[in-house]
């Protein structure tokens, strides 16, 4: 038998006579879960009151421990024997968690309460859960965005946030607000001038000691652009996307509004950051095998097959292929970091992160690809704006199908 209960980012076990695959299943479908929402989590089993378990939880808790050895922080395992006590330190060979064995729940807890990562009051970076969000806009402690779009409609992201939106939520223009100027060489979402984005944040009311979150209705691919224009191109690091965006938090009965807020201004100082490469430095790289191109498109159009938003089919010479929405479960939530890194190996081959260069069709995209690596803990790698569309109007530059 077992008991589950969550405490924010902690998960609590208890085993109770025998422990059975069942049982474990349990376990591991409630742990999925909780990573999905919270990245990381603690992780307490009380297995002072076990009795036996079985052979196939042995084999299951070997493969679930291997395939997770990054998604947590701590393990604190409380036992009263010295088989399950070698069990214990067994996990901690399989896991680069933090990993110790207790006799007692109080000395366990405490150990587990130990801050040694920002806590979410101090930051959120990569995801934000709804329930976190909840929270924080009722503290007011957060500014939000709406970024809700369409690359085939551009009008329909501004009339959703008309007609409803979160609470306190401000609107962010793909177009308008989160690209610059077409010269017909630069791409189709160049970025914008960056004087002139900082001080569009300072009329949003953003600082640099705001908590921004950002959401949409497209799995992330508009948030993740928002959240990389702060978090790496601004060096702004306390910026998250919703998990599960719009849907997430309507489909969860909280609360939408009409109502436009009032920012105060605020006064908003980029820091100084290297997370970009431009065309020529591609070119320059072509064909060493020192660079790897990731392109977040989908598979036909990487192809260079049913290219409907660039004049040329194809992709540049090299990269490898890894569509944006194979980040996402099939709620729409961003899968769990074991489930990307997973998913990012072919890509990645044994590249080290800072080889690795994102794009897309204009710079939208590859963000979403650079943001999951990151949820996953791959961290350092870099993003190429102008992406396709900028690559390809050049008639001169190589293309491969």
Same mark, same amino acid.
């Given at each position: 038998m077992i008991?589950?209960?969550?405490?924010?980012?902690?998960?609590?076990?208890?085993?109770?006579?025998?422990?059975?695959?069942?049982?474990?299943?349990?376990?591991?479908?409630?742990?999925?879960?909780?990573?999905?929402?919270?990245?990381?989590?603690?992780?307490?089993?009380d297995l002072r009151d076990m009795l036996s378990y079985t052979l196939a939880v042995a084999w299951e808790d070997i493969r679930f421990v291997r395939a997770h050895a990054h998604d947590f922080r701590r393990v604190a395992v409380i036992a009263r024997d010295q088989f399950t006590v070698w069990v214990g330190w067994l996990t901690r060979l399989m896991s680069d968690a933090d990993v110790r064995v207790f006799d007692d729940e109080a000395s366990?807890?405490?150990?587990?309460?130990?801050?040694?990562?920002?806590?979410?009051?101090?930051?959120?970076?990569?995801?934000?859960?709804?329930? +976190?969000?909840?929270?924080?806009?009722? #503290? %007011?402690?957060?500014?939000?965005?709406?970024? /809700? &779009?369409? @690359?085939?409609?551009?009008?329909?992201?501004?009339?959703?946030?008309?007609?409803?939106?979160?609470?306190?939520?401000?609107? +962010?223009?793909?177009?308008?607000?989160? #690209? %610059?100027?077409?010269?017909?060489?630069?791409? /189709? &979402?160049? @970025?914008?001038?960056?004087?002139?984005?900082?001080?569009?944040?300072?009329?949003?009311?953003?600082?640099?000691?705001?908590?921004?979150v950002a959401y949409d209705s497209g799995g992330g691919m508009y948030a993740a652009r928002m959240w990389w224009m702060l978090k790496h191109w601004l060096g702004h690091a306390?910026?998250?996307?919703?998990?599960?965006?719009w849907d997430a938090w309507v489909k969860t009965g909280h609360p939408v509004t009409a109502d436009v807020p009032k920012p105060v201004p605020a006064t908003f100082v980029p820091k100084s950051t290297n997370a970009t490469v431009d065309t020529a430095t591609i070119?320059?790289?072509?064909?060493?095998?020192?660079m790897r191109i990731v392109d977040a498109r989908a598979?036909?159009?990487?192809?260079?097959?049913?290219?409907?938003?660039?004049?040329?089919?194809?992709?540049?010479?090299?990269?490898?292929?890894?569509?944006?929405r194979a980040n996402l479960d099939a709620m729409g939530f961003?899968?769990?970091?074991?489930?990307?890194?997973?998913?990012?190996?072919?890509?990645?081959a044994g590249t080290k992160p800072e080889q690795i260069v994102h794009q897309c069709g204009s710079g939208i995209t590859a963000a979403h690809n650079l943001f999951a690596m990151e949820v996953a803990g791959i961290t350092g790698t870099k993003l190429y704006p102008g992406s396709w569309s900028e690559w390809c109007a050049d008639p001169a530059r190589p293309v491969e199908k």
């Open positions: 008991t589950i209960q969550h405490e924010d980012r902690q998960i609590t076990a208890g085993i109770y006579g025998e422990f059975t695959l069942t049982d474990y299943r349990t376990f591991e479908s409630e742990v999925l879960d909780t990573l999905r929402l919270k990245g990381r989590v603690d992780l307490l089993m366990a807890r405490e150990w587990l309460a130990e801050v040694t990562e920002p806590a979410a009051e101090d930051g959120f970076g990569t995801l934000i859960s709804v329930a +976190a969000l909840e929270k924080a806009i009722e #503290a %007011g402690t957060v500014v939000v965005f709406d970024c /809700r &779009h369409d @690359l085939m409609n551009k009008t329909i992201g501004g009339e959703s946030y008309a007609r409803s939106h979160l609470p306190g939520a401000r609107f +962010a223009h793909v177009d308008r607000d989160l #690209a %610059g100027p077409l010269t017909g060489k630069n791409g /189709r &979402h160049p @970025l914008p001038d960056r004087d002139t984005f900082v001080a569009w944040l300072g009329r949003m009311g953003v600082s640099n000691g705001t908590q921004v306390k910026v998250a996307v919703l998990d599960g965006g070119l320059a790289h072509l064909g060493k095998g020192d598979a036909d159009r990487f192809r260079g097959e049913n290219e409907t938003m660039d004049p040329v089919g194809g992709h540049i010479p090299g990269a490898v292929n890894h569509f944006f961003f899968k769990t970091p074991a489930e990307l890194r997973a998913g990012f190996a072919p890509a990645l």
